[in-house]
Structure formats: structure tokens, C-alpha cells
């Protein structure tokens, strides 16, 4: 649900994908405006509207007022979509109502970290900032037009890319272009090595002989897919799994079966909790110094990123211990892991080629203000 105030968006209450004859009903209002007539949009996952209704219809629950009731029709097509909340609506109910029936989610199906109802005392909660920083994003300024880079130019192109271009007939591959440059600032480093890549979502195959040509004679790849026929790609220096990569048996069964693991690459199913069953299963099991790429990661309210933003937040933990130079203990996630960065589409971790043990703030130098 979302209202015309455009500052007032908030988090998803669930998914839902077309049924036909189904809608999605409801009560919702704004407590500072309870006159106001509020607009309700159905979202695709690009955050496009594909439906909507005016919340002006009876509503019988005591506690709201008795003309904030909405139905908004669920398109039949095969779209995932989903559902605003503004932090500013009181909530009482939302159902889909099938053909049959309907299902019924109340305020505690919420997740946990967005609250339908904001902060209204003490410390702002993180869903505020969440939207301050959706809004600074939404309004991001573009450089002056005389504002030119420093920096020295990247070269165009690199292996992978030319790889890409290069396959004009044969196995096909799908790749977003901005990906290139990614793949190749993490996985220089693997190319000439003994390297195993793992890549779930095969498709039609063009990315296996990629992979093995850009990292050279002695990698090894593992493909991973869903899909029976996929068991055709294999061949010398590539190994086929066949299962559901939210099935964490099948992960069991593939980590007993690969004990070494250096770079795993998630262009499987694409959902939220395939991506999330995945990384939980698999990116302890990388080596040292591995990487963990997730492709295909859309939507400005995705699960899946909200996911990792959960687990950036233990790289941030700080426990001062006593000792004459600033430091921190570290938690098992700050030992194993590197950094994460952020692409459009796509997340990068990087583990620690050596455990780390300990985060220190040294001071160097004589001259210090007095003022600290």
C-alpha cells in the first residue's frame, strides 16, 4: 500500500503472485489526516503500479474509522508484486481473497525491523533511517557538467567482456554488461590459479566455458541447476549438480562432494529465499580469500538485500578492550569476512584470506591537540 505523500513509504508486508479472481483486501488510514482519502497501489517488484483502489470503503473494524476499508484486484498474470505500508498507517488487518476463500495476515506478520506504526519517542528505529536514506538515493544529484575525474581511466572491456561479445553462435550467455568490470576487480586474482568456481543457474551453458577460459588451464568449474538437462554441459574440468538450491540436503550432499570451494556465483532462481538458503549454506564453506557473488538481486525493496544489510551489521560491532592502542574483539563474522560491496544487481563478500583477530586504531606521530 502506498499513499500519494511519497514520504511516506514503507516496508512490504508480503509477496504475492496473480491469481486469478483474487484480491487484496483491507483497512488502513492515517491517524494525523484521518479525512484524507488515501491511494492504494499494487507494486510489481520494479515498483511499477499494476493496480489500485481508493482506501474510502466500509470498514468494520471498531478501532479504525468506518470509511478506510479498500479491495484492490491481484493481476492474473504471472507478476510477483508487492505491498507498502507508510509507517504513519494504523493497520488492523490485510487478506488476499481468493476465488474460494482468503487468507488473512494480521500486524504480526510484519517483519520484526518494520514496524508498521514509526518511532514516536526515544531513539529513531532503523526503518527511519532506512527512509532518509531511500529519499537522500532518490533525490542523488547528478555532477556539474564541468566536473571531470582524477582518477586515471579504466581500460574498456576486459576478458570476460570479450569473451561475451565474442560468442555469437554456440551455448548462449545472459549477462547483465555492468557485471564484467565486477567480476573481474574480485576474480583477477583466481586466473592462473588451481581455482573451483561454482556457479548455480546453468541455463544454456555459454557461462561454463567462459568461466574456464578466463581463468585459465587448471581451474575447475561446478555448475549447479535445476534442471535435468543441464547434466549435458559437463565435461573435462566441469562438474554437474543437479538439485534445489533452497533445498539445504541438497547443499549437504554438494559440500561433502566439493570439500574445497574458492568462488561461488548465484545466478540460480532468483528469489529471496533461494538466495538466502544459498548464502547461509554455502558462504561458510568458501576458502579463505574466497568470494561470494549473488546476481540478480532487483527490486529497491528486496528481501534478499535487506538480508545482507542484517549481516553487514555484525561487520560493525565494537567491543573495546583495555590496552594501551584502541582495539576491538572481533566476532566470527569480523574474523572470516573481508568486506561486502554493493553493485546494481548484484553483492559481493570477500573473506579474509587470513583470520583476522583482532581491529586496532594505532596512533602514529608526536603532535597531538589537546581536545581528544
Aim: net charge negative.
Amino acid at each position: 500500500m502506498r499513499t500519494t505523500h511519497p514520504h511516506l513509504t514503507g516496508p512490504i508486508i508480503r509477496r504475492y503472485f496473480g491469481i486469478q479472481g483474487a484480491f487484496l483486501t483491507g483497512a488502513a488510514y492515517c491517524p494525523a489526516s484521518p479525512e484524507t482519502a488515501l491511494t492504494i497501489a499494487l507494486l510489481n517488484h520494479d515498483g511499477a503500479t499494476v493496480s489500485t483502489a481508493v482506501a474510502n470503503g466500509p470498514c468494520s473494524h471498531e478501532e479504525l474509522p468506518a470509511n478506510c476499508g479498500f479491495m484492490i484486484p491481484i493481476p492474473s498474470q504471472w507478476v510477483e508484486t508487492e505491498v507498502e505500508v507508510p509507517f504513519s498507517f494504523k493497520v488492523v488487518e490485510v487478506a488476499v481473497e481468493f476465488p474460494k476463500g482468503g487468507r488473512t495476515f494480521s500486524k504480526r506478520d510484519l517483519p520484526a525491523t518494520r514496524s508498521a506504526v514509526g518511532s514516536t519517542s526515544g531513539r529513531a528505529s532503523a526503518s527511519t533511517e532506512w527512509l532518509r536514506g531511500r529519499k537522500f538515493a532518490t533525490d542523488f544529484p547528478l555532477p556539474l557538467p564541468n566536473r571531470t575525474s582524477r582518477a586515471q581511466p579504466v581500460p574498456a572491456g576486459n576478458a570476460l567482456e570479450r569473451y561475451f561479445e565474442a560468442n555469437t553462435e554456440g551455448n548462449g550467455i545472459w549477462k547483465w554488461r555492468h557485471y564484467f568490470a565486477a567480476y573481474h576487480r574480485h576474480l583477477e586474482k583466481f586466473i592462473g590459479q588451481d581455482t573451483k568456481l561454482m556457479e548455480v543457474g546453468i541455463y544454456s551453458g555459454g557461462s561454463i566455458g567462459m568461466w574456464l577460459d578466463y581463468l585459465g588451464p587448471t581451474a575447475h568449474i561446478y555448475g549447479v541447476d535445476i534442471e535435468e538437462a543441464c547434466r549435458s554441459y559437463a565435461r573435462e574440468r566441469c562438474s554437474i549438480f543437479i538439485g534445489d538450491q533452497a533445498d539445504r540436503s541438497f547443499w549437504k550432499q554438494v559440500r561433502a562432494e566439493v570439500p574445497e570451494l574458492d568462488v561461488l556465483i548465484d545466478d540460480g532462481g532468483h528469489t529471496p529465499e533461494q538466495q538466502m538458503v544459498t548464502l547461509e549454506e554455502m558462504l561458510p564453506h568458501l576458502a579463505p580469500g574466497g568470494v561470494y557473488i549473488c546476481e540478480d538481486v532487483h527490486g529497491d525493496r528486496n528481501e534478499f538485500s535487506a538480508f545482507v544489510a542484517g549481516l553487514v551489521s555484525k561487520l560493525h560491532t565494537q567491543v573495546h578492550q583495555p590496552g594501551p592502542v584502541l582495539a576491538s574483539s572481533v566476532n566470527t563474522l569480523q574474523a572470516c569476512i573481508c568486506s561486502v560491496h554493493w553493485y546494481p544487481y548484484m553483492v559481493v563478500i570477500e573473506k579474509h584470506a587470513v583470520l583476522r583477530e583482532e581491529l586496532e586504531a594505532p596512533k602514529r606521530g608526536t603532535a597531538w591537540q589537546p581536545f581528544l
